[in-house]
């Protein structure tokens, strides 16, 4: 095949509009340079679980191997319905209201498509994981950043700043809690005041919740399911990756009002069919049997998050709330106006990695990301090289 094409013949130019991810540009240039300690990605390097591991196995062994269902196996969903009865004590219907995607990312992004038409717009609370602002332009819409107050030193959503980015055409709210990069996680005040502004101004309300049980003042973190009614316009979106260390596995689900997921489940065959059939059955087993890996992990994690927090609030440059969810550091950097140049030096000096501020939208300049889910042997070099490069930079 010849390696040259008629200079007529272009990528759509509507893909012009999707900015590419600032946390993989600076990927990109660490998967190059040898001994970079990594705490850019949102990614703990623990193991997925021996038990789920052996669920795939023995899955492909009993004939796991072919098509499923669009909206993802029977048994599946009973267990994620199961499930969510046993965290939130809210009965949904696994037939009608879930849906299995292959991965948090295609739950957001099926979610998005059925609540957005070309030309609207989506209200998304920034700082925040910059995928679900550039699915909003994928489908021809538009993402209006609006960033978080902060009162009392904790993160909190400026329901003024919302109702002044209202227009005629937004058709969708979007947050996520706990939250990615900043480790806020929403009250049930917050909660049901989000829900409220949703309710009167006729919108979606989509919250990313694959962080829930990573959650540092109970069990789980508080869910909009446990508020809302089954007639109301809300779509959660869940992942498999961060409370099963299945993060290349690629399995998710939406839950949401029914309507919302029979488009959906019909959108499922478009994009992807359905999730792998032998990995839905692993999935099932983690929820069934997962429970005690899930706290031997949020236990790990809760020393690494005293051992950062404590190391970073030791340098005088450094403002950094207690994260009350996920597992990332989102510290401010007095000084510091240009994060992505920040991360880039602190690479090539230090051979340490982190995700820039601004990669997180509004409000994230004059930040950085850390993620906190690798364990002491390689955070405790990186937190030293870190706080290090801070104090001379």
């Not at 939250?179 to 919250?207: I, K």
Request: proline share 6%; charged share 20%.
């Amino acid at each position: 095949m010849s390696s040259t094409a008629p200079s007529s013949v272009a990528v759509a130019s509507s893909l012009h509009a999707i900015t590419p991810s600032r946390i993989r540009e600076l990927a990109d240039v660490a998967f190059a340079m040898p001994g970079v300690l990594k705490l850019h990605f949102g990614e703990s390097n623990l193991p997925t679980p021996q038990l789920i591991k052996d669920a795939l196995t023995r899955a492909v062994a009993e004939g796991y191997t072919y098509y499923t269902e669009n909206g993802g196996l029977p048994s599946l969903r009973s267990a994620i319905a199961e499930k969510t009865a046993a965290l939130h004590g809210v009965q949904v219907d696994p037939a009608r209201e879930v849906l299995v995607t292959a991965s948090g990312v295609q739950a957001l992004n099926v979610s998005i498509r059925c609540a957005l038409n070309p030309g609207d717009e989506a209200l998304i609370l920034t700082p925040n994981w910059p995928n679900g602002a550039e699915i909003v332009r994928l489908y021809g819409a538009t993402p209006v950043e609006v960033p978080y107050a902060v009162a009392a030193g904790r993160f909190t959503p400026d329901l003024d700043a919302l109702e002044a980015a209202l227009t005629p055409r937004t058709r969708l709210l979007l947050y996520t809690s706990p939250s990615n990069p900043l480790g806020w996680v929403a009250t049930q005040a917050e909660q049901q005041a989000l829900l409220d502004f949703a309710r009167r101004h006729g919108l979606w309300l989509l919250a990313d919740e694959v962080y829930e049980r990573l959650y540092y003042d109970g069990t789980v973190a508080p869910s909009i399911l446990r508020l809302c009614t089954r007639d109301d316009a809300v779509i959660v979106a869940q992942s498999f990756s961060k409370t099963y260390c299945m993060t290349g596995w690629r399995l998710g689900w939406v839950t949401a009002r029914q309507d919302l997921i029979r488009k959906a489940t019909q959108l499922n065959e478009f994009i992807v069919s359905h999730a792998p059939s032998m990995i839905q059955r692993a999935g099932e087993v983690a929820l069934r049997q997962g429970e005690d890996e899930v706290a031997a992990q949020l236990e790990q994690l809760q020393e690494r998050l005293a051992f950062c927090v404590a190391a970073l609030r030791a340098v005088a440059r450094i403002r950094l709330p207690k994260p009350e969810g996920a597992f990332y550091l989102f510290p401010r950097i007095e000084g510091m106006e240009d994060s992505m140049s920040f991360a880039l030096r602190l690479l090539r000096e230090e051979k340490v990695a982190v995700a820039p501020g601004v990669a997180f939208g509004a409000g994230g300049e004059g930040h950085v990301r850390l993620c906190f889910a690798s364990d002491l042997s390689i955070l405790e070099p990186a937190l030293e090289r870190f706080c290090r490069f801070v104090e001379r930079y």
